[in-house]
């Protein structure tokens, strides 16, 4: 392997890097404009309550 082969090897493995971040960033986004723009606020808060029932912590 040259110098040259390793070095673009790492950067591929860089952009693979940050594909897999964008990725994530943009599923994340998408549950944070669903969630803001269009889940009705019950759904939302019944899911958190019973989220936390799930987990043994209290509420109300």
Excluded: Q, W
């Excluded at 493995?13 to 998408?30: N, P, Q």
């Excluded at 889940?39 to 509420?59: G, I, K, Q, Y």
Aim: charged share 15%.
């Amino acid at each position: 392997m040259t110098t040259k082969t390793a070095a673009i090897r790492s950067i591929s493995g860089s952009r693979a890097e940050t594909l897999k971040a964008a990725f994530v960033a943009f599923i994340v986004g998408l549950g944070l404009v669903y969630g803001a723009g269009f889940a009705n606020s019950e759904t939302v808060h019944d899911a958190a309550h019973d989220s936390r029932h799930a987990l043994s912590f209290p509420c109300h």
